[in-house]
């Protein structure tokens, strides 16, 4: 199964991210096939010959939902690839897991309506809210298909969303744009023959300095972080985790 990161311009840790969530995919996970970057610019430690890099720059003034369609728009067009994980840089997996028989995840019973609240800041819910219209209007299970954890995502399942008029929903019909994981997965959970999946509740950090953020890592196959966790002890745990370079650095 090929994995594709989409990146932005940088970050707080100096692409570090990117680094160690690599290192964790070459030391646990079985089946990995191609490993796509999409972004502005390859980070000066990743190895050009062992990566496929297209690159593609965030557009001043889009929505981060926006910059990603393009991304992703980008490389169903530039590449013959038919299906993929799509990660984050923020995402490693700390268990052995296989790529070809990875589950597609759900969090939720129903896609966050209008009025909804802790669901995440502003521009997020939003962007929640006008998803699900899209996917009511075309049909599609309103299952809330979000989560920090890779998603799988296919050709024809673009394709589909394609003919659907997502495109349109994306740059005019929405505030902000729309997310693209949980109309993928609807899609091919009700149109292929695709039935692996399962709740999964989300492991994303804050820090990893006390016993319930130690709690929330047993039993997980992978986990991710916010910005600020890098400043509160997950620097120090990747670094133990993953000490040796991957072959995707120089």
């Not at 030391?27 to 096939?33: D, I, Q, T, V, Y």
Request: with cysteine; net charge neutral; hydrophobic share 35%.
């Amino acid at each position: 199964m090929d994995v594709v990161y989409v990146i932005g311009t940088g970050s707080k840790w100096d692409n570090n991210e990117l680094r160690y969530s690599l290192r964790s995919i070459e030391k646990f996970a079985s089946g990995l096939g191609e490993v796509y970057i999409v972004g502005d610019e390859l980070p000066e430690f990743v190895n050009p010959e062992t990566v496929q890099f297209l690159r593609c720059y965030d557009l001043p003034g889009y929505s981060p939902a926006r910059n990603v369609y393009r991304k992703l728009k980008a490389l169903f067009s530039a590449t013959d690839i038919e299906q993929f994980l799509l990660s984050s840089d923020d995402h490693f997996f700390i268990k052995r897991v296989d790529f070809n028989n990875w589950p597609i995840h759900w969090k939720g019973d129903s896609m966050p309506k209008k009025g909804s609240t802790g669901v995440g800041d502003k521009r997020y819910t939003q962007t929640m809210v006008d998803t699900r219209q899209f996917m009511a209007v075309v049909g599609l299970d309103l299952k809330y298909y979000e989560g920090h954890t890779n998603k799988l995502y296919t050709r024809w399942g673009w394709d589909y969303l394609q003919k659907q008029g997502i495109d349109s929903w994306m740059h005019t019909r929405s505030t902000y744009g729309l997310s693209l994981n949980s109309p993928m997965a609807a899609t091919i959970m009700q149109f292929s023959p695709y039935r692996a999946s399962g709740y999964r509740k989300d492991v994303k950090l804050h820090h990893l300095n006390t016993e319930t953020d130690w709690g929330l890592l047993k039993g997980a196959e992978s986990f991710s972080i916010y910005d600020s966790a890098i400043d509160t002890g997950v620097a120090g745990f990747l670094q133990v985790m993953f000490p040796e370079p991957s072959r995707f650095e120089k």
